[in-house]
């Protein structure tokens, strides 16, 4: 026998997933109810996972900025974070109540054949059909002797035939100019190629310490001096880790820090 289990969209309060198992949350009469689904493959779960939250952003959100991102587990370095991106329900409904639109017309037309596409008369006192045929046509190569021959041709010809070979050598001359100096750039380059190798890798190495302190000394002053109460936040704190590195390097260090401040602002004053 099955137990089919209806849940309103508005009842569900969480969705998570671990592995191949998909949990939907809800409180249904005052009571916690936990639906559970299994699927073949750990991405096909993360998907279904997606799924929902777009489901549940999409309908229960009235605008498109309060949507947050939601993640997959309490604590912020565990699970899965995803955010949907776009409009709700609501803000389409508006939008599409807001559209104009002309009923189209539609007119009937009498197409008449066109003109170019009757036949040409032909008149029969002229000769008629057979004059079509009867004209005399020079071939082709008698017109290209007699063009030839003509010396206002020629000179256009040779003309021509001129600039085209200055063409040539001027482009000529500016590939070996160039050719000569992507060779001495590269000689340069080559000689330097050890300097550069070393250079770059310096700037990696500065780049990826400068992006990790940008990350992790605001997390860590959020976790250390902030007194947000959130979940994740908290469980954080809550842990032994966490704590022994508060009171046994974080709380000396601050209280040193603050020493040398004091005894700089005195011999600043007293100056």
């Given at each position: 026998s099955y137990n089919i289990v209806v849940l309103c969209r508005v009842d569900v309060s969480k969705l998570k997933f671990e592995g191949k198992t998909f949990y939907v949350i809800g409180i249904q009469k005052e009571k916690k109810l936990v639906l559970t689904f299994h699927t073949s493959t750990p991405a096909a779960c993360k998907h279904l996972w997606k799924c929902g939250v777009e489901n549940q952003a999409f309908y229960k959100c009235a605008k498109s900025s309060q949507i947050k991102t939601v993640s997959s587990s309490n604590i912020f370095f565990k699970g899965s974070r995803f955010r949907y991106s776009g409009r709700v329900a609501k803000e389409v409904i508006e939008a599409s109540s807001k559209i104009q639109r002309e009923p189209p017309v539609v007119r009937s037309h009498t197409l008449l054949p066109c003109a170019s596409m009757l036949p040409t008369p032909v008149d029969d006192s002229q000769g008629g059909v057979d004059?079509?045929?009867?004209?005399?046509?020079?071939?082709?190569?008698?017109?290209?002797?007699?063009?030839?021959?003509?010396?206002?041709?020629?000179?256009?010809?040779?003309?021509?035939?001129?600039?085209?070979?200055?063409?040539?050598?001027?482009?000529?001359?500016?590939?070996?100019?160039?050719?000569?100096?992507?060779?001495?750039?590269?000689?340069?380059?080559?000689?330097?190629?050890?300097?550069?190798?070393?250079?770059?890798?310096?700037?990696?190495?500065?780049?990826?310490?400068?992006?990790?302190?940008?990350?992790?000394?605001?997390?860590?002053?959020?976790?250390?001096?902030?007194?947000?109460?959130?979940?994740?936040?908290?469980?954080?704190?809550?842990?032994?880790?966490?704590?022994?590195?508060?009171?046994?390097?974080?709380?000396?260090?601050?209280?040193?820090?603050?020493?040398?401040?004091?005894?700089?602002?005195?011999?600043?004053?007293?100056?």
């Open positions: 004059l079509l045929f009867s004209s005399p046509v020079q071939s082709p190569a008698r017109l290209l002797r007699e063009l030839h021959a003509d010396p206002d041709i020629q000179a256009q010809l040779e003309a021509e035939r001129e600039r085209d070979r200055a063409y040539e050598c001027t482009r000529l001359a500016a590939r070996s100019r160039m050719g000569g100096v992507l060779t001495s750039s590269l000689r340069l380059l080559s000689s330097n190629e050890r300097v550069n190798a070393c250079v770059l890798s310096v700037a990696r190495f500065v780049a990826v310490v400068m992006g990790v302190l940008l990350v992790t000394v605001p997390t860590l002053l959020l976790l250390l001096e902030s007194d947000i109460d959130v979940s994740f936040l908290h469980e954080i704190r809550q842990t032994p880790e966490f704590e022994q590195f508060h009171y046994e390097y974080y709380c000396p260090l601050r209280r040193w820090i603050l020493c040398k401040i004091s005894m700089a602002m005195e011999n600043l004053w007293s100056d």
